[in-house]
């Protein structure tokens, strides 16, 4: 009986053997298919946060104009540049087109760029306004998660449409 008894043992290792190699198969694939390059929650929350404090931080700052003109109105007064009575930078008119985009150049190469962020900026225009859009992307593909924040307000013509989206 003593044959019969070893075989048993023998069987019963080789079984405690390969439930032990499937539950390290399983760890690992466990492992891969957890901690791929998926974006975390954390962090989509993260630079969706960031997106939205720099659009709420920009049309809330002081745009540089006489008195204290909010980027908020500097965007309202771009649906009719000529007739805007802004004087912003010495420019006024038209030029306030000018102004603004060198500002907002200004202030995402201080910022976002500085950071090290891809991202796209846009202000979105009503259709019977002086401008369309104004598009500013930076290293922000098609082929990359985005996280964007969007405000809106009412300007003259119509809604206008500010976005920031962070891409990585």
Excluded: H
Aim: aromatic residues 12%; contains cysteine.
């Amino acid at each position: 009986m003593v044959p019969k008894t070893r075989r048993g043992q023998f069987e019963m290792l080789g079984l405690a053997v390969i439930v032990v190699f499937i539950a390290l198969g399983m760890f690992f694939l466990t492992q891969f298919s957890l901690f791929q390059s998926k974006p975390s929650t954390v962090q989509n929350a993260r630079t969706t946060e960031i997106a939205s404090d720099f659009v709420n931080s920009l049309l809330n700052s002081n745009a540089g104009c006489d008195g204290t003109a909010t980027f908020t109105t500097l965007i309202d007064d771009l649906e009719a540049p000529d007739l805007s009575p802004l004087s912003c930078g010495g420019k006024s008119g038209i030029d306030l087109v000018e102004y603004f985009n060198e500002s907002i150049n200004s202030l995402l190469n201080q910022t976002m760029t500085k950071w090290g962020y891809k991202y796209e900026f846009s202000v979105l225009f009503p259709q019977n306004s002086y401008l369309r859009d104004i598009v500013i992307n930076q290293e922000c593909s098609s082929n990359l998660q985005r996280q964007p924040a969007s405000y809106q307000f009412r300007g003259d013509y119509g809604i206008i449409q500010v976005t920031m989206t962070i891409c990585y």
